[in-house]
């Protein structure tokens, strides 16, 4: 249940973000859970690997190539849905900063 709920909230703050920033377009519900979901799957399986190998430019950077990671796997993710889509890597950035700090907050009370 708090999966599903994770979920839904995740495609509830895309949809908000779409509508704030301008290079951000979400289409509908659908493509923003789609989004969530991809999202979701690329943090699992993808991320931790990318964590490993950029590890050195990560101390390097103090943990602020986090943020390169997290923008980078955000507009991948916009490369191949449908109906989501992220102009440039700064709205990427953008983006995934909003969505990861409203996804702490909401599974903090969750």
Do not use: C, Q
């Not at 249940?1 to 703050?13: E, G």
């Not at 704030?20 to 799957?41: E, K, R, S």
């Not at 490993?52 to 390097?60: D, E, H, K, S």
């Not at 449908?82 to 909003?98: K, N, P, Q």
């Amino acid at each position: 249940m708090k999966l599903i709920t994770r979920l839904l909230l995740t495609a509830l703050v895309l949809l908000i973000v779409a509508e704030y920033i301008p290079g951000i377009t979400v289409d509908g519900f659908y493509p923003a859970l789609i989004a969530a979901i991809v999202l979701g799957l690329l943090n699992l399986f993808v991320r931790p690997i990318l964590v490993v190998l950029t590890f050195p430019i990560t101390i390097l950077t103090l943990g602020l190539f986090m943020f390169v990671i997290n923008a980078a796997l955000f507009w991948f993710a916009a490369t191949f849905i449908d109906g989501f889509a992220v102009a440039t890597f700064f709205h990427a950035l953008l983006g995934s900063l909003i969505v990861s700090v409203a996804s702490a907050i909401f599974n903090k009370y969750l």
